[in-house]
């Protein structure tokens, strides 16, 4: 018997939520146990239900998206959360990743984007939409490190290329083809970036480099 991904939907329109209801139980490996139309409403529904991912909106009455992601952690630390929103601006994407937020989606996104970034998400993996990542990755070798943020850890250039890289979601393949080295030298420099870091998962490498100022 499959496994599904038990999911709970955070938003304030009754059709969004009655349509991804509807889409989320369609699929096989899924299923939606339960509906919030506030923060505060997903805090009691997140005890409730023990979700294994919550789909959060930025935009809602009372709480926000943001301030509620911080409050689901503590009460399920396990949970993923999703954020699904209308906002493109790269401020709201690094205030829900440094919440703890482990994906976001724009609500334009096509069905099978959603899809694969609630899997993903469910997985303990990062996942952005991509305009997002083309937005963070303009900025990637035209930015310095944001002021008044201290670096406690003495990375290598190299280093900060793969954590930067890292931490926009890229597979090993892919930074190796971006930086023009192999797989294995790529494996080399994220290993001792963990080490340095302290970092164990990719969500909290993506964490510490957007904390730190790398992105």
Known sequence: MIQKTRVLLVDDHTILRTGLRMFFDSQADMVVVGEAVSGEDALEKVQLHQPDVVILDISMP???????????????????????????????????????????VLKKAADSELLEAVRAVARKEIFLHPAMTSLLIQSIYHSEPKEGLKKTINLTSRETEVLKLVALGHTNKEISEVLSVSIKTVETHKSRVMEKTGCVRRSELVRYAMQEGYI
């Open 62 to 104: 009372g709480m926000t998206g943001i301030e509620a992601i911080a409050r689901i952690k503590q009460l399920t630390p396990e949970a993923g959360i999703l954020m699904l929103t209308m906002h493109e601006a790269e401020e709201y994407l690094q205030q829900a990743m440094q919440a703890g937020a482990s994906g976001y």
